[in-house]
């Protein structure tokens, strides 16, 4: 989890996106998700320019590795 938090924006993406087998679960990815967002509220608020998009999808995709881990855990029925 430390290796996605302290990482620049671009090798979070690539961390939380890649198809590694050991990859942050759903709680950290929470904490990841939680923390982020925080940040880019607080950013929003300050009169200083600041980049939106690199932090918005660091949140887009932490929620949505939170829906897939979740998803997968669901049965189905199907097989």
Do not use: H
């Not at 979070?12 to 590694?20: A, D, G, W």
């Not at 982020?36 to 949140?59: Q, R």
């Amino acid at each position: 989890m430390a290796s996605v938090l302290f990482e620049s924006e671009g090798a979070i993406i690539r961390n939380i996106m890649s198809n590694k087998l050991e990859g942050p679960d759903a709680a950290q990815m929470l904490i990841i998700l939680a923390s982020w967002y925080f940040l880019t509220i607080i950013t929003y608020g300050t009169n200083v320019p600041s980049g939106l998009f690199l932090p918005g999808m660091i949140v887009g995709c932490a929620f949505g590795s939170i829906y897939a881990d979740l998803f997968l855990e669901i049965p189905f029925g199907w097989g």
